[in-house]
């Protein structure tokens, strides 16, 4: 080869690549790192990109997703919005909202609700009416503590009913519960009520999926009673909408297996409202003798400030044995 185009040969492979193929490299060792599960040096090399490059969707999108895997929710959320901004049909960036929601709505917060219900019997018979004060304190990122306390009167009697809770993340798609409780002087409250719960998201996204059963004993006055109640939680769309569907199994002691189904439609157009409404058939035990219902409910969470919410509720019961019911009920929730 001739000396001096060996030399220009020599100096071309030795120059620096021009400075959109570093940055198109910086992006493509980015993705590579996120994919290798890499989240910290993925977000490094996406600082340098999007600082010469702040309206790529796809390279927003996919910070999100590297500090949503470090738990940085606030930054995710910002990455997510703002690719958003520049493609608002980007399903990856909704997708990565729903996520978040569904993660943040999973994390122990404290609040503390206070209310009450009246419900009017058919038939000319007394007004039952309830005053209700709860609340829960996170102990730490995966365990919280609660109680409650309830007022009764229903026929001329009144009832004070106790309750300790506490709920747990045993893993990260699985939530435990567990409470015990019980009216010190039962009329028609249960003595003892101790129940066992768990949720398990089996699919993650807008389209999340969660199992759960809830399981409890009830010792009545009359009788005690065990109730199993598997279900399925469906999220639909981007996640602002979900169905559930539970069964109802309850055993009165010495008496045969009761069967009922519930389900319930959920609508939240954003993050500081929510409407549902659903429906019962089956047995109940509100007053510790199983009888069958059939009910409609309906309500919704309302905000009046940053962080206190308005929870009106409105439900009818079709009972078997007793009169028919209707039961509007107000609550208030405050966040902390």
Known sequence: MNPVLAGIVACLLFLPLPLAAQDANAYQQAVAARAAGEHARAVALLDAWIANHPADSDALVQRGYAHLALGQTARAQADFEAALAVAPSYTDARDGLAILRQRQSAEPRGFVVAGGAWSALAGNRPDWWEATLSGEAPVSQTLSLGGRVSWFERFGIENVELEGRVAARAAPNLWLRASLGGAPSADFRPEIAAALGADLR??????????????????????????????VTQYFGDGRLWGTLKGIGIVPDGGALELGVMGR???APDD?????????????????????VTAVFAGAELPLAKRLSVLPSVSHEWREVGGDRTEFRIDLRARF
């Open 202 to 231: 089996v699919a993650e996204g807008p389209q999340a999926t969660v199992l759960s059963l809830d399981t409890s004993y009830q010792k009545f006055p009359l009788q005690d009673v065990v109730t199993v109640m598997p279900g």
């Open 265 to 267: 439609l959920d609508f």
């Open 272 to 292: 500081r409202q929510r409407y549902f409404a659903g429906a019962v058939r089956g047995p109940d035990t509100d007053l510790g003798i199983v009888t069958r």
